[in-house]
């Protein structure tokens, strides 16, 4: 019975170091207190079922009851840069970088940027593009369709 103090201290040590690790916010933080509570119950001899049962109990309870409002909590407001302006901006392949991942970089006015396609497919230099959406550091681009030439009658 012994092994159980180790494993309990464990738990909640390994809860904490993975919480403060996580750049996710309330990942594991929850398991915590549940083996707190299996630590206290080995402490007053109760059978290691006892123990497994209460921690899976607390800890699913306070998921439960508490991430909700968590969340709620922790909700932040997606703060547009201004690097938001490109977007819907027309630019021009100068370099590939990566053809197996389907990278490449972008002149957009004087700025230079790492690009890809959705379908990461690499587009030739010289090739127009037009700015979908910024996604990291990384623009999301998708090939201009050039105008059709005029049918001469």
Do not use: Y
């Not at 007053?44 to 306070?62: D, H, I, N, R, S």
């Not at 630019?91 to 490449?104: P, Q, S």
């Not at 957009?108 to 550091?137: F, H």
Request: net charge positive.
């Amino acid at each position: 019975m012994g092994e159980m103090l180790w494993i309990w201290i464990a738990v909640i040590v390994m809860a904490v170091i993975l919480e403060a690790s996580s750049p996710v916010q309330l990942v594991s933080i929850w398991a915590a207190p549940g083996g707190a509570v299996g630590l206290i119950l080995h402490f007053c001899q109760a059978p290691v079922w006892v123990q497994v049962v209460a921690f899976v109990t607390v800890t699913f309870l306070l998921i439960l009851l508490t991430r909700p409002l968590a969340r709620k909590m922790t909700k932040f407001n997606k703060t547009a840069t201004n690097a938001d302006h490109n977007i819907g901006k027309s630019g021009m392949v100068t370099k590939i970088t990566d053809e197996a991942n389907g990278t490449f970089r972008v002149k957009v006015g004087n700025e230079d940027w790492a690009a890809m396609t959705e379908d990461q497919k690499p587009l030739p230099v010289g090739t127009a593009v037009s700015i979908l959406r910024i996604e990291g550091v990384k623009l999301i681009v998708t090939p201009e369709k050039l105008p059709e030439p005029a049918q001469v009658k």
